[in-house]
Antibody, heavy 121, light 108 residues
Framework: EVQLVESGGGLIQPGGSLRLSCAAS????????MSWVRQAPGKGLEWVSS????????YYADSVKGRFAISRDNSKNTLYLQMNSLRAEDTAVYFC??????????????WGQGTPVTVSS | SYVLTQPPSVSVAPGKTATITCGGH??????VHWYLQKPGQAPVLVIY???DRPSGIPERFSGSNSGNTATLTISRVEAGDEADYYC???????????FGGGTKLTVL
């Protein structure tokens, strides 16, 4: 059974940094691209970033490019999102998702339950 | 950047057919995926590659994509189908994932 468990969310002041983690199990992690998608309170889904299984990418939404960095440790079956220079508009639930294939240009077939991030003073 | 347009809401009576549209410029030339999301839960994939259903998704869910509109159709709607529905695609020109704004399906 595919499981994706996010962690690392919390309350952070504007300008601060936070690192999210996504622990994956139930599939061969190093064979699939992975993505982060966020959802602000009461809003729709917004793609944040994706990373290929090995080479290629990463890819970022314009709203986070230069501030966020996606990475993965295939030896630990874990996906990360380093978030710097956080703004109030980054407040959202952050979901980790598995892509169907090795490249991000594919559907996200499994999702974690999300971890909330609140940026506020 | 590429934009996907969905109606904010659709209402349907139980047992009837719900149609949720996703508009985009020549979207028929792209591959569209659909997710449902219930309050407080993670999104769930219901249709991928325009028309395919993941295992465990009822046959009542179907998809199509042509011209400037992709469509999710839910036949014999049940109360449990009430959710927000999102279309999504990969925009190769920008290397971005694009989501539609979402459609709230209400079962009357």
């Amino acid at each position: 059974e595919v499981q994706l468990v996010e962690s690392g969310g919390g309350l952070i002041q504007p300008g601060g940094s936070l690192r999210l983690s996504c622990a994956a199990s139930g599939f061969t992690f190093n064979m699939f691209a992975m993505s982060w998608v966020r959802q602000a309170p009461g809003k729709g889904l917004e793609w944040v970033s994706s990373i290929s299984s090995s080479v290629g990418g990463p890819y970022y939404a314009d709203s986070v490019k230069g501030r966020f960095a996606i990475s993965r440790d295939n030896s630990k079956n874990t996906l990360y999102l380093q978030m710097n220079s956080l703004r109030a508009e980054d407040t959202a639930v952050y979901f980790c998702a598995k892509n169907l294939k090795a490249v991000p240009a594919t559907v996200m077939d499994y999702w974690g339950q999300g971890t909330p991030v609140t940026v506020s003073s | 950047s590429y934009v996907l347009t969905q109606p904010p809401s659709v209402s349907v009576a139980p047992g009837k057919t719900a149609t949720i549209t996703c508009g985009g410029h020549t979207i028929g030339t792209k591959t569209v995926h659909w997710y449902l999301q219930k309050p407080g839960q993670a999104p769930v994939l219901v249709i991928y590659y325009d028309t395919d259903r993941p295992s465990g998704i009822p046959e009542r869910f179907s998809g199509s994509n042509s011209g400037n509109t992709a469509t999710l159709t839910i036949s014999r709607v049940e109360a449990g189908d009430e959710a927000d529905y999102y279309c999504q695609l990969w925009d190769s020109s920008t290397a971005h994932v694009i989501f539609g704004g979402g459609t709230k399906l209400t079962v009357l």
